[in-house]
């Protein structure tokens, strides 16, 4: 009988060895599983932040387009108002003057002007 119970004794003995054992290497797989998952979400984690910097940079870029298109509209704008209101003045101020200057009445249109600036 205490053969039979050590027979059990190392049979439960090496059961339990490979069953350690066998758990031993499922830990070392599930840890080298988990280094791996890591690596990559680091990696999908640095792809996102270029994919972001790249988005941003995208809506960055056509803003600065929209502005630029927006503010060469309104230069343009200005620049036709600008000659619109500049050619209404001009018209404005040939309205006003009369097609010859008046003369006045004691200038005598032979006799030419004196240089020194005294009359006479």
Do not use: C, W
Not at 76 to 91: G, H, I, S, V, Y
């Amino acid at each position: 009988m205490k053969r039979l119970s050590s027979l059990i004794l190392f049979v439960v003995l090496v059961v339990a060895i490979g069953g350690g054992i066998y758990l031993y290497q499922q830990n070392l797989a599930a840890e080298a599983e988990i280094a791996q998952l890591k690596a990559e979400v680091a990696d999908l984690q640095a792809q996102v932040e270029i994919l972001e910097k790249q988005t941003v940079q995208g809506v960055v870029d056509e803003a600065n387009a929209r502005v630029k298109s927006g503010l060469h509209n309104l230069l343009e704008a200005a620049e036709q108002e600008f000659e619109r209101l500049q050619k209404t003045l001009e018209d404005s101020l040939e309205e006003e003057q009369p097609a010859s200057p008046p003369t006045a009445p004691n200038d005598d249109p032979k006799k030419a002007p004196d240089p020194s600036g005294i009359e006479t």
